[in-house]
């Protein structure tokens, strides 16, 4: 028997997948049901046939899981950005999506003996530390696309983000309007306000904010005076010309605009200097957890040589100096090796040096006499995808800090070559969706081929 689109029909969910939907199966093909979880028993509506699996909109539960619970977000179902704000056992499911990427990719016989208990977030609302929303010529003009749609949702009242930050978002708006501002029509491809980025820092008391423009030429002399003085806690203030085609929240040139030029962070007793375009967790709370937890496994010593690889502006290079004897810190984007170096220096720190540029040529630079300890990365979603620069220095431990489970596991698959998984340790970074953070340590096998 073959599904039809549009049609309905009773299902039984065994499981949640990658994104946080659930996962059941008609006729031994797996049909993917948002919101849906194991041990439910629901009406769906099939959207969309592919040749081995299907995807569908949950009409009703028939039979609800016990681990239910309702979504606190009012847009929950229309917005998509969050998928398991359904779910009380959300760390129990995000373990479980771990374990099944280790099994379907790595080359672990059995890798729930190396998983560790996940590391859960104290907050599970309001720990954003940055937004990134589109502005686009509706009614309610802040928001983004639906995943794979083009149907844009106005989301100004995210109940993730730090409270400043929807504070800001939500009068953004009002200031448009005051200001005159044309939004950015997609249809017309016309407007002047395209885009808005928001960041703060834990006290909520600085704040940086960027907007994408069209142009140079658009006038927004009238729309920050409105918004700072609404809310002096805005202490950078940025403008870009997006690119549609291109990136639509960061254009080729940022131009500061107005007061400091950076926003510091008082992080883990070291102050961090970040730019507009500079890499930092989004939820603070947990990433002290995260690097606490990387420091440890890494069970470094003073006489220990250390390389913080995708070092973004230094974090774990930064956090792990006072325990080591050097650290060199790679990374090839010039603009965090610049938030880097003013950070190094705000802090006094001496023991650094800074490999700019590719891994696998920076490190051509070192002594060949000089032997690492301890190797950390922690790489975008695409993963290390490059062993060359790793395989030929052979550290001793590496410490891999991980925001992607299949990467991940297909990154272990190539090193167990020559490394021995000891841990893996799983962490929920972004409470409410499927995504799941990971360290790996590895340990280098003795018999070095």
Same mark, same amino acid.
């Given at each position: ?39 439910? /028993?629901?009406?769906? =509506? ?6 081995? @699996? ?50 379907? %990719? ?20 309001? %720990? /954003? ?40 978002? =939500? ?15 997609? /249809? !017309? ?9 928001? /960041? ?11 907007? $994408? ?12 005076? &409105? ?12 403008? *870009? ?9 960061? $254009? ?14 008082? @992080?883990?007793?070291?102050?961090? !200097? ?22 440890? +496994? ?15 502006? $230094? ?18 984007? =010039? ?10 220096? +705000? ?7 800074? &490999? ?11 002594? =060949? ?31 891999? $800090? ?5 990467? &991940? ?8 070559? @020559?490394? @021995?998984? *000891? ?17 790996? &340590? ?8």
């Amino acid at each position: 028997m073959n599904l039809d689109l549009n049609q309905e029909l009773e299902l039984e969910i065994k499981r949640v997948g990658i994104n946080g939907e659930g996962i059941g199966y008609f006729e031994k093909k797996a049909v993917f049901v948002p919101e849906a979880l194991p041990n439910e /028993r629901v009406k769906i =509506k099939i959207l969309k046939i592919a040749d081995k @699996f299907s995807h569908a909109e949950l009409i009703e539960v028939i039979r609800p899981s016990s681990e239910r619970i309702k979504p606190k977000c009012s847009d929950y179902s229309n917005c998509g950005a969050c998928q398991l704000q359904h779910a009380k056992n959300q760390g129990e499911i995000k373990s479980e999506l771990l374990l099944e990427s280790l099994c379907k %990719y790595s080359s672990l016989a059995n890798p729930k003996k190396f998983v560790d208990e996940i590391i859960l977030s104290d907050k599970s609302f309001y %720990y /954003r530390n940055k937004a990134m929303m589109l502005v686009r010529d509706y009614n309610n003009p802040l928001g983004f696309y639906k995943t794979g749609t083009n149907h844009f949702i106005s989301t100004p009242n995210c109940i993730l983000h730090m409270k400043i930050i929807g504070d800001i978002l =939500k009068e953004i708006p009002n200031v448009i309007k005051a200001s005159k501002i044309v939004c950015y029509d997609e /249809r !017309r491809k016309k407007g002047e306000l395209m885009s808005v980025l928001i /960041r703060c820092d834990q006290t909520e008391e600085k704040v940086m904010i960027m907007v $994408g423009v069209s142009s140079l030429e658009v006038k927004l002399d009238k729309f920050f005076e &409105l918004l700072t003085n609404k809310f002096p806690v805005i202490n950078s203030i940025y403008k *870009t010309v997006i690119d549609i085609k291109d990136n639509p929240y960061y $254009g080729d040139e940022i131009i500061h605009v107005g007061r400091e030029t950076h926003l510091d962070l008082n @992080f883990m007793d070291y102050k961090f !200097r970040l730019l507009p375009r500079a890499f930092f967790q989004l939820n603070y709370l947990q990433a002290e957890k995260f690097y606490q937890k990387i420091i440890k +496994l890494a069970g470094v010593k003073k006489t220990d040589i250390v390389i913080d690889a995708y070092a973004g502006i $230094g974090i774990i290079g930064i956090l792990v100096s006072k325990f080591v004897k050097r650290v060199f810190l790679n990374e090839i984007d =010039k603009d965090c090796l610049e938030s880097a170096k003013t950070t190094i220096e +705000l802090n006094g720190i001496t023991n650094i040096t800074i &490999l700019p540029g590719d891994f696998v040529k920076a490190i051509n630079g070192l002594d =060949k006499k000089t032997v690492i300890d301890c190797l950390f990365v922690d790489p975008p979603r695409s993963g290390l995808i490059d062993y060359t620069g790793i395989l030929k220095l052979r550290p001793k431990r590496i410490v891999y $800090g991980s925001c992607n489970t299949a990467t &991940l596991s297909k990154d272990i698959k190539v090193l167990s070559e @020559f490394y @021995f998984v *000891t841990k893996i340790v799983p962490l929920d970074m972004f409470p409410n969706t499927s995504h799941v953070e990971s360290i790996l &340590l590895l340990n280098l096998k003795s018999d070095r081929k």
